[in-house]
């Protein structure tokens, strides 16, 4: 969740981290190499067939082995947005399933005697409803992360 994240609000919190460039190797789920990265520190991978994403640095840490030229960008990710991640995470499971009336392709539906109307929730993003998405939940609290 911490990649979607991320890249919805086009902040990887690499002020003042470094950055590395070349060749990667992870090798027995690992990556080889020193980066620096310290225990529970996140980091992005780029340029990866299989590993493209945002990782935890830490022992159980389990990549796909392959030899690939890209980028690492150590994070300095903030807990709010960790807990915020978490706290998406769990409302996506939540209120996104396939069942769920937020996921039905349909601003409102009549059968039966049954009917139901989605909150139109109006939108700064042109024509894009984005009331049932988590980004429109939760675009208050991403605003200030949000880069531009």
Not at 71 to 77: E, G, K, P, Q
Not at 92 to 97: G, I, L, P, S, V
Not at 103 to 115: H, L, R, T, V
């Amino acid at each position: 969740m911490l990649t979607e994240l991320c890249k919805e609000i086009k902040n990887w919190f690499t002020y003042n981290t470094p950055k590395f460039f070349g060749e990667f190797v992870i090798e027995d789920g690992k990556l080889t190499g020193d980066y620096g990265l310290q225990e529970g520190q996140y980091f992005r991978i780029i340029g990866s067939v299989f590993n493209d994403g945002v990782y935890q640095y830490n022992d159980k840490l389990e990549l796909q082995d392959e030899t690939f030229d890209g980028a690492l960008w150590a994070m300095a990710v903030p807990q709010e947005v960790i807990a915020l991640a978490a706290e998406i995470s769990d409302w996506k499971d939540k209120y996104q399933t396939i069942d769920s009336p937020a996921m039905s392709p349909y601003n409102s539906e009549s059968f039966g005697g049954y009917s139901y109307s989605k909150n139109g929730g109006g939108s700064s993003s042109g024509n894009v409803d984005l009331s049932g998405t988590w980004q429109g939940v939760f675009a208050d609290r991403l605003t200030q992360w949000r880069k531009i």
